[in-house]
């Protein structure tokens, strides 16, 4: 098990950056996939991107590929999501998870998680 935090969230205009960092605490975070997600009220939890344990194999989503991007630092026991122009329907809580399986776009196969953080696009 290991226990996330996410932080670096808030309010952004159109076209700008937020990079969100997510904490995690015990020994073998080094063998997680890492997830990250968002999600709106009433609706669905969103796959945003995930990163292989390895570092080197990542996934995300079409609707901010190109823009976001996932990275992880095992000595920092961090992973982070660098998210570039930003469009006010990126507006929504996001989510870290992990899970000690394969690169997955399933919520469901993601066994811990953070607390969410906002992050709030305006125009």
Known sequence: QVQLV??????????GSLILSCAASGRTFSSYVMGWFRQAPWKER????????????????????????????????????????LKTEDTDVYYCAAWRGWVNSRPEAYENWGQG????VSS
């Open 6 to 15: 996410e932080s670096g969230g808030g309010l952004v205009q159109t076209g």
């Open 46 to 85: 969103e796959f945003i991107a995930a990163i292989h344990w390895n570092g080197r194999s990542t996934y995300y989503a079409d609707s901010v590929k190109g823009r976001f991007t996932i990275s992880r630092d095992d000595a920092k026991k961090t992973v982070y999501l660098q998210m570039n122009s």
């Open 117 to 120: 953080n906002q992050v709030t």
